[in-house]
C-alpha cells in the first residue's frame, strides 16, 4: 500500500509500505495493505512503519529507522485517512 506522511511544512515521506500502526483516538490500531476505508483523529504517540523503507535526506531526520522498523513521534497528534490502498497521515 502507499502512504504518505504530510506536515504543515511539507510531505515527509511517500512511498511502498507493508503496515502502519498509529496511535488512534480510541486507541491504537493497524492498518494493512487492501484495509477498509477509514478516518481518524490520531493521539499523539509513536508511528510505526512496517517495511524497508528509503526517506528523502530533507526529511529523514523526522524518523527512526531500527530493522525492518520505521518510526516517527507525533508530538501533537494529527489525522489518517486509509481509502483506495493508500494511507495519507496528517501530522500536526
Known sequence: ???EVVSPEA??????VNSVAVPGANGAFQVLDNHAPIVSILHSGTV???G???LPDETAHHFNQQGDDTFLELPNGGTLEMQQNKVVLLAD
Do not use: D, Y
Open 1 to 3: 500500500m502507499r502512504l
Open 11 to 16: 510531505t515527509l515521506f511517500s512511498g511502498e
Open 48 to 50: 510505526k512503519i512496517g
Open 52 to 54: 524497508k523503507i528509503s
